[in-house]
């Protein structure tokens, strides 16, 4: 019994780790949105695109093809496609979930890559991973709009952007973590690569890539 309460305290743990570094990597990558989408769209309506829109991948390829000057048809083209990577996720998914067709209907909503990621990597039922995943990640979702809104100049976020990366290497390395140490290696690694760039901002995604995986390579057994 013990037993079984420290291995569910440890999962939980697991994924609570796993979500920090998603829920920012999220927010900081929706500030960028924010102050991209005002200048194209307006500030109103890239706050309630974020509002009733939950796919990064469609904001900014619908910003995107705006300000080229793409078709209204074509928009919603390019944003359908997108939208059917959902299709397998869904798949997947749905034997691990709880509930009814109405609960499995209402966790949709918060279904996007990174949510998904999270609720395949739990241990146990996907369905209370998806939820907590998908409230705080659609909070930073909106609240990063918001923020990228009132700070619109895409010329102060450059430095923002490249901290992304680090920041999403250490989520994919702690979604695949199954102990605590490799946990906590996948942490130092992005700390190291934060600091590789307060100290080299030049070193760009691949410097921080290459110093996060020099980190995470597991020594060897004693």
């Known amino acids: 019994m013990a037993s079984a309460r420290s291995a569910t305290n440890e999962r939980s743990g ?3 780790a796993s979500l920090v570094p998603v829920v920012l990597a999220i927010g900081v990558l929706r500030v960028i949105y924010g102050a991209a989408a005002s200048g194209v769209i ?3 309506p890239a706050i309630v695109s974020s509002l009733i829109v939950f796919s990064g991948a469609a904001q900014f390829s619908l910003v995107g093809l705006l300000a ?3 078709s209204g048809l074509a928009v919603l083209a ?3 496609i997108l939208a059917l990577r959902h299709l397998p996720l869904g798949a997947l998914l749905r034997p691990r979930l709880e509930g009814g067709l109405a609960a499995r209907m209402g966790r949709a909503w918060f ?3 990174e949510t998904a990621g999270l ?4 241990g146990g039922s996907a369905s209370s991973t998806l939820l907590v995943a998908g409230v705080f990640s659609y909070l930073a979702w909106v609240v990063g709009t918001v923020l990228g809104v009132m700070g619109a100049d895409l010329g102060n976020l450059e430095s923002l952007a490249e901290v992304v990366f680090p920041v999403l290497f250490v989520a994919l390395a702690a979604l695949t973590a199954r102990r605590r140490p490799d946990v906590v290696r996948a942490l130092v ?3 190291a690569s934060l600091l590789l760039l307060a100290v080299w901002p030049g070193a760009g995604a691949l410097g921080c890539m290459a110093v996060a995986a020099a980190v995470c390579v597991p ?3 004693r």
Do not use: N, R, T
Request: aromatic residues 0%; charged residues 10%; proline residues 8%.
């Open 78 to 80: 390019v944003v359908a």
């Open 219 to 221: 020594g060897k057994p």
């Open 42 to 44: 307006g500030p109103m």
């Open 119 to 122: 609720a395949i990597a739990s």
């Open 189 to 191: 690694a992005g700390a």
């Open 14 to 16: 697991l994924e609570a």
């Open 111 to 113: 279904l996007i890559d």
């Open 68 to 70: 080229s000057g793409a």
